[in-house]
């Protein structure tokens, strides 16, 4: 739990192992997820490292098993999870899977493109069987009207063209209009989009002389038909000559339409058809043959594919990680270099004598810790619960090494903010339920592949507290979907006012629009405030308005300063864990006196004004004495103030607080400057040729342990004679920048805060007007369709609640909510100019 609240004391170490225990060694590693391997090549290019022919061949398998996993899904067919033991992968392993996956893809890809080919085949042959049917009903129809028993031609049949024959157009052959033509017939099949477009060209080509017929293709649901969305239409075109019948082919061409033979004899075209229903019969068995091996193969690689994936994510992994070590000249011994947590060094130093005794190697891996001035990287622990809240922080920026984690504060203080700007406990409870459906639905959720789903699951912790601060706040508020509760029964009484010694009478009840309850008329307070929350009687108030804005301003102002006052005290954690007493004394005083001074003050002033009896008309107001007491106007008379003595208190904090700026801006850089001269002086005196940077640099290296290295670092500079100085003007500059920002962060960052008071306002504003405008004129409606006017309503302003007021306002509020905690709060002691502790994790390969 101390890593929690400060990351966890890592340390570098280097360890020994030979060739044939390093996958064991790797893998046991892998498991335990507390070592991150740290590159000894950096130098080397990614293509000369020695692993990277069997990295290259885990990543042709990775895509293998995503066309796999492809194919399956395709098929429908269902992934088991893996509930074999997984061996430690090793060399003979990629061997092995990389012969079985290519031979399981040349095997489908053989199959799926068979498949495909008979698809077509099978599709050309259903359009041939439909053609063939609607040209015999086409004839059909035909002899019906004439004697059709003279045919001239082999592909030329003998009609008179009337109005019947067309079915989008009729045309009629202009030439011998009374007898017989012989006609020459074209047929196939085009797709239904570009019939219209077909029909046009021919119409404009030949002026109307042919004569064309279509149907619509309708497959069963249960044939196999290659591309089974796009719809189809069979077409018969009759003209005359065969001059004409060579341009309607090559227009068929241009339009990909596809052309079939259809002889013009009834014994021809009976004979045709039984036989392409024949080949159609035995494709359809072929087909279903087909499928069903391909499903068994598809079946067998599902109940291994689990396995598969994680071996070679596995795999991949170790293979990445031996590139980051070295290896000796021998080739049997690997160096490595790894970060990992002071506390786990035993742990980790057991699963390499695991792994090696898995392996049968003769030697012990062998675990030196060593000393190092690079920085390390930053750990925290989390869990399912604080993960999300880490996030939060990281995404800011990850913390400097050992220093104090904002996360455990952030878990309780976010979502409060989050409430005082979304006080509602109808929408807190909403919100509630949304996290605990997420809980309950985790895996699907996962499941589901998508960002949105993502991001609720990994927040899912941090919505069910915001909607439980939520139901909290709303409570304060006493607001519910805009409605108040009465649980306790109001603190005021109305019918103390008509009482004898009341001044109301019936006629001031009906001759006035606005009515004001005497708190001074005896029974009309009874002195003894409303038990949790605010009074509901402010519900129905006119001034609802302004009492509200007035506490919800006073209790963001609060809020505020306390958050602040809180992140200025965690900096004095932090200077007293790197012992860095100077920064106590030269920094966090001073910073704290001076916003106690003020601010603080301000919130004293507050408070004290709450608690003291007073008539309203006569309390002075505190935006008046605040600037006042910066501006040191004291013309009012005494009665205006809040207590005797506040003038000689208010000039002297603010004195204290304007000292603060000089402490802060000049004391230290003095003393860094005076650090520096003992420095040289001990430098000069001293006679060896030794570098200096030990006794020079004591200025330099308080300053560095003040601000950090990239601080320092940016004042270091190295002259002409190779010997170090310090640039007092940087320093001057960079503290002055400090001063500056943190005495005017301290006004902006205050008013900053009421931003609680203005979403809180205007959320709890929408929730009313949506109760007005909406469902309160549903209610008032007495016709008897007021039930279903009621439900459509309803309906509307559920929809109209989740939209604006859980959606759009809860992002707004979050958001608002995150900048408070990372410009207002983590900028008093929180760098975040860290890097994250990344380790060899086989559970975090699983998620990705």
Known sequence: MTSFFRSEEMCLAQLFFQTESAHYCINELGHLGLVQFKDL???TVAFQKRFVNEVKKCEEMERIVCFLEKEIAMTSIAIPASREIETVPCPRDVLELESTFEKLEQELKEINSNCEALKQNFTELMEMNYLLHMT?????????QLSFSELVSEDSVSVVTSSRVTSRRTSTVSACVGGPLKLGFVAGVIKQERFPAFEKVLWRLFHGNFVLRRAEIQFPEDEHVAG????????????QGDQFKGKIKKICEGFHASLYPCPNTVNARKEMRINVNTRIDDLRMVLKRTEEYRETLLTAAAANLHRWSNTVKKMKAIYYTLNLCNIDITQKLIVAEIWCPVSDLSVVHGALIKGSEQSGSSLCPVLNRIHTQQTPPTFNRINTFTSGFQGLIDAYGVGNYQEINPAPYTLV??????????GDCGHGLVMMLLALWILVQEEKFRNLKNELADVLVNGRYIVLLMGAFSVYTGLIYNDC??????LFGSAWSVSAMFGPSGPWTNETLHGSGHLQLDPEVPGVYSGCPFPFGIDPIWNIATNKLTFLNSYKMKMSVILGVVHMIFGVTLSLMNYIHFRTIRNVLLQFIPEMVFMLALFGYLVFLILFKWCVVMKSDTAPSILLLFINMMLFAYDTPDDALLYSGQKEV???LVITAFLMVPWLLLVKPLLLYRDHKVGKQQQKVSANNVPMQACSNSGYSNF???????????IHTTNSNNTETVSMGDIFVYQAIHTIEYCLGCVSNTASYLRLWALSLAHAELSEVLWKMVLHVALT??????????AAIFAAFAILTVTILLVMEGLSAFLHALRLHWVEFQNKFYKGSGYKFTPLSFSSLGNK
């Not at 203080?413 to 979304?422: E, H, K, Q, R, S």
């Not at 409606?781 to 009621?790: D, E, K, P, Q, Y």
Request: glycine share 6%; aromatic share 18%; no cysteine.
């Open 650 to 652: 208010q000039i002297f």
């Open 41 to 43: 090549n950096p130098g």
């Open 781 to 790: 409606v007495t016709s008897g369709l007021g039930s279903l006017l009621v």
């Open 136 to 144: 015999e009903d086409f004839f059909e129809e035909a002899e019906s």
């Open 704 to 714: 560095q342990n003040d601000h950090g290295v990239s601080e320092a670092n940016a």
């Open 481 to 486: 979907f805009s409605k108040s509760f009465n």
């Open 413 to 422: 203080t976010f979502p409060f903010l989050f409430a005082v700007m979304f």
């Open 228 to 239: 089974d969305a796009i719809k189809k239409d069979i077409f018969v075109v009759f003209m």
